[in-house]
């Protein structure tokens, strides 16, 4: 890979730091996140933030908008998730992440969002990018899934030249000849990203696998790989998940991802 070209975002040499309220991305902490793939009803967002939170979990993730392949499929509750995640939240007062479809979003999610998330299919929403980066709220911005690793930060840059610095980078899998699994994690991207970028970066295995039975491993490897953290999809009973259940953490999954990273962490240096 050039490394040549320079971004912005890359021009310090200290690492940049980025906190969700008191949860800090960047630091010796590594952070999870962990939730539904949406916010389905009140009794599943409720149940899973409550189990991931007394398990370790710092950051509760769910889809207020999904942005679906297909426009059959189930969109996401929109203002019922809003309402519920916020009541959630609220009651747990831990920081939670949902992800910003369009603009005209920002307003109505900013008072109970710590962090917008960018999807994969909208890291080339330049529009969007621009106006995130008129706010100060962090915004995680996942990776295109046929997106460059160059590409990708230069999509950072767009938040950051409009004047928000709070990014964090989440690398979810790229499309490849592969089909044994939904996508491929480029966990090359972890260390790529650690040398031509100051910005923190996470993993999402959930998305990268496709497979629950491979999402703990490769959670593992992200942190030996040096991540910041990762964003795990949750719930207490995938078959009857309306998004992406095929790749959901069980509870009990959960449970036995947080018991490996406490024995892992300490190797290191990271504590959850
Ligand atoms: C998600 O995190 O719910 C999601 C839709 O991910 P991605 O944009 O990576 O597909
Ligand atoms: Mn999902």
């Not at 409720?46 to 939170?53: D, L, Y």
Request: hydrophobic fraction near 40%.
């Amino acid at each position: 890979m050039e490394s040549t070209q320079r971004f912005a975002v890359t021009s310090k040499s200290e690492r940049s730091l980025v906190s969700l309220d008191r949860i800090t991305f960047g630091g010796p902490r590594f952070v999870v996140i962990a939730g539904p793939c949406s916010v389905e009803s009140h009794s599943v967002f409720a149940e899973t933030s409550a189990f991931v939170v007394e398990h370790g979990a710092s950051v509760l993730r769910g889809g207020v908008f999904k942005m679906r392949t297909d426009p059959s499929s189930f969109q996401g509750l929109g203002a019922e998730a809003a309402q519920i995640a916020k009541q959630v939240k609220s009651k747990l007062g831990v920081p939670f992440v949902t992800e910003v479809t369009d603009p005209r979003q920002i307003a109505d999610l900013a008072p109970f969002v710590d962090a917008f998330q960018v999807g994969s299919r909208n890291m080339h929403n330049y529009y969007l990018l621009k106006e995130l980066g008129q706010h100060d709220k962090p915004v995680i911005l996942k990776r295109g899934f046929a997106g460059l690793i160059k590409e990708w930060l230069l999509s950072a840059e767009y938040i950051s030249q409009a004047g928000n610095k709070n990014i964090i980078l989440c690398e979810r899998g790229i499309r490849t000849f592969e089909t044994e699994t939904r996508n491929t994690l480029d966990l090359n991207a972890v260390p790529a990203v650690k040398s031509l970028s100051s910005l923190p970066i996470i993993v999402d295995p959930s998305h990268g696998t496709g497979r629950r039975d491979f999402v703990v491993p490769m959670a593992l490897a992200a942190a030996a790989a040096g991540a910041d953290g990762i964003m795990v999809e949750v719930h207490p009973d995938p078959s009857k998940a309306l998004s992406d259940g095929f790749q959901a953490l069980t509870f009990d999954d959960f449970r036995e991802l947080m018991e490996k990273l406490k024995l892992l962490l300490p190797v290191l240096g990271r504590t959850l």
